[in-house]
C-alpha cells in the first residue's frame, strides 16, 4: 500500500497552465502506476492519464497533446503538466496508484487514493 498527497492546483484563466504535483509514500512506490484522475461538479470520475514505473504513458483523448505526465523516482513524485487550459478541465484532480499499467487504463478499482487538489479554469 501507498499513500498519495496531491498538489499544485488552483485558479486560471483559459490557455494557461498548471503544473500538479502527486507526492507517493509507502513501501516501493515507485513499483505502482501513478494515475490522475478528474471529477466535475455532477459529473462521473474520468481517467485524465497513467505512467507506469518504466514510463510508459497513457492519456485519454480530451487531454491528449495538451498535458504531460512524468515522474521523478528520486523525489517519489508524480507530475501532471497541464497547458492551454479550457473551462472544460475544471474538476477536482486525484491521484491513484495501481499495482498495475493495465488497471489504471483500464480504470480498475483501487483503495489507493489522494484527497484531491481543485483546478478551476474561468475567465
Known amino acids: 500500500q501507498v499513500q498519495l498527497v496531491e498538489s499544485g492546483g488552483g485558479s486560471v484563466q483559459p490557455g494557461g497552465s498548471l503544473r500538479l504535483s502527486c507526492v507517493v509514500s509507502?513501501?516501493?512506490?515507485?513499483?505502482?502506476?501513478i494515475g490522475w484522475f478528474r471529477q466535475a461538479p455532477g459529473k462521473e470520475r474520468e481517467g485524465v492519464s497513467c505512467?507506469?514505473?518504466?514510463?510508459?504513458?497513457h492519456y485519454w483523448d480530451s487531454v491528449k497533446a495538451r498535458f504531460t505526465i512524468s515522474r521523478d523516482n528520486a523525489r517519489n513524485t508524480v507530475y501532471l503538466q497541464m497547458n492551454n487550459l479550457e473551462p472544460e478541465d475544471t474538476a477536482v484532480y486525484y491521484c491513484?496508484?495501481?499495482?498495475?499499467?493495465?488497471?489504471?487504463?483500464?480504470?480498475?478499482?483501487?483503495?489507493?487514493w489522494g484527497r484531491g487538489t481543485q483546478v478551476t479554469v474561468s475567465s
Open positions: 491513484a496508484a495501481h499495482r498495475l499499467f493495465d488497471q489504471c487504463v483500464s480504470r480498475a478499482l483501487t483503495d489507493m
Open positions: 509507502g513501501r516501493t512506490p515507485n513499483r505502482y502506476t
Open positions: 505512467i507506469n514505473e518504466r514510463d510508459e504513458t
